[in-house]
């Protein structure tokens, strides 16, 4: 499985039909999610687009039931 590919194919995707306002939820602690922040970064860096750094968020294991606690969606 090929991560920044992954992540560079769903974001050429959504570019080529004219998205712009992209987010990208990136996990820090483990090589796939570098390499899905890699390829999105890639990606618009192909079209000449600047990244949307107010667009990412990268979490770690930690940080995950800060920002997705199961007892929110009771």
Known sequence: M???LGGYLA???LLDYGHRNI???FK???KQGHG???GFVRAFREY???IPENNILLFSTE???DIWNPSDSD
Do not use: A, E, F
Request: charged share 30%; proline share 5%; aromatic share 14%.
């Open 2 to 4: 090929d991560n920044q």
């Open 48 to 50: 000449g687009l600047p």
């Open 63 to 65: 940080d995950y039931l």
């Open 28 to 30: 820090l602690d483990d």
């Open 11 to 13: 974001t050429k995707h």
């Open 36 to 38: 899905r922040y890699y």
């Open 23 to 25: 987010c990208g939820i």
